[in-house]
């Protein structure tokens, strides 16, 4: 088993199933202009002041670290340094929690304005911001102060491993005791789609000494835990899940239903497929994308708009980002080896980009199924 990061081979997929590598490049460039430089219906990257920017969540009229540390990614995949600064200054000098408890965190969610709606972190925003750094250190070098990249990529996953230690206050994203990932920092549960093992090894190379034996063993606990929380027969999880892997029931009083397939669990089995990419260390990976194409392919192949339990049980509801299924149901083709490949792979390809207020978490996953399928999405050491 080899991966990416061995090998340097990043497969084209969409090439692969047929399409024109012209096309698919003309594609995936008209996929962020549309979402940085389309028309006001169709955008939600607004430049702000002189030398800042910001993505807003269209559906909840905020922004934020998620948003925000997604669109750093798609900038240093894509080589769009200027727009990579604004947002990242924009982070700095808005998201940027000063003092307290949650010092050197990110406030998950601001308004446009920059004012913030929450005092504390969502740990998905800090993974993306640090590895998003190290990228962009590795492709344009270091500046200075914010933008010394990597210093400041090594700053953020200080603080997520070692709050709570003596002279340290404040709570760590990372469960000391198990190495998995929190949803919240207060709070002993976390969130499947949240496990990026891919970045943790990369983590490991990048971090001080001391710390590097925990984000390999992060990378480790991240694996076999998703072994846990995907239904062994239809590939799905929970968007919250407890650390057994089970989902996680509680806690509706305050955040609502999230022990079903709904929408942060989509990003789950596009993880999935970019640790087989880049690291290729587990079998299983290809076992359960496969599972998860044939559910939707074979089982539901009528009802890819449907909220289903884990299981596969099909309820009332309706999917809120029916484009984010399509996109990570063909991303997970980077791990398949099954009979399903082209049928996701050609259902993406001819699904358009998402327009209304939802279109934010849509697009977004539409792209990142962009750079990854056609050989884009790539590490930078």
């Keep these: 088993m080899a991966g ?17 590598e012209t096309a698919i490049g003309e594609r995936l460039e008209q996929t962020f202009e549309t979402i940085f430089y389309g028309t006001e219906a169709q955008r ?4 702000a002041g002189g030398d800042m920017a910001y993505l807003e969540d269209t559906g909840n009229h905020d922004v934020r670290t998620e ?30 929690i000063p003092a307290g408890p949650c010092r050197n965190y990110f406030a998950w969610s601001c308004s446009t304005d920059g004012t913030h709606n929450a005092e504390g ?12 750094l190290f990228f962009a250190s590795a492709r ?4 200075e102060g914010i933008f010394a990249y990597s210093k400041e990529a090594k700053a953020i996953l200080r603080e997520c491993i070692h709050k709570g230690e003596p002279g340290h206050p404040g709570e760590p994203m990372w469960e000391p005791s198990n190495h998995l990932i929190k949803f919240v920092t207060n709070m002993d549960f976390s969130d499947p789609s949240y496990h990026l093992p891919h970045f943790y090894e990369l983590f490991a190379e990048k971090v001080e000494e001391e710390d590097r ?51 942060d669990a989509y990003r789950t089995i596009a993880n999935i497929a970019m640790d087989h990419l880049w690291y290729d260390k587990d079998p299983w990976q290809t076992e359960i994308a496969n599972r998860l194409q044939r ?60 327009t209304g207020d939802r279109r934010y978490y849509d697009n977004f996953l539409y792209l ?14």
């Design 213 to 263: 034996e925990f984000w390999r063993q992060a990378a480790a606990a991240s694996r076999e835990y998703l072994h846990k929380a995907c239904h062994p027969q239809t590939g799905l999880s929970a968007e919250y899940a407890d650390y057994d892997g089970t989902p996680h029931a509680g806690h509706q009083e305050i955040f609502g239903k999230h022990d079903w397939y709904y929408s």
């Design 121 to 132: 972190p969502a740990p998905d925003g800090e993974e993306y911001f640090a590895m998003a």
């Design 44 to 47: 939600f990257y607004h430049e």
């Design 295 to 354: 559910f939707y392919c074979e089982e539901q192949r009528e009802h890819w708009d449907g909220v289903f339990l884990i299981d596969g049980t099909r309820l009332e509801e309706k999917a809120l980002h029916p484009v984010a299924i399509v996109a990570v149901n063909a991303q997970a083709s980077l791990a398949a080896d099954g009979p399903h490949i082209k049928e996701c792979v050609d259902r993406f390809w001819n699904t358009p980009l998402r």
């Design 140 to 143: 344009w070098g270091d500046g």
């Design 4 to 20: 990416a990061y061995q090998t340097g081979i990043y497969r084209n997929v969409l090439k692969e199933c047929g399409y024109d």
């Design 368 to 381: 990142f199924a962009m750079l990854a399928l056609s050989g884009n999405y790539r590490i930078y050491k």
């Design 67 to 96: 948003g925000m540390s997604y669109g750093m990614m798609v900038c240093v995949q894509m080589d769009k340094k200027a727009e990579f600064d604004r947002l990242w200054k924009w982070v700095r000098t808005y998201m940027y």
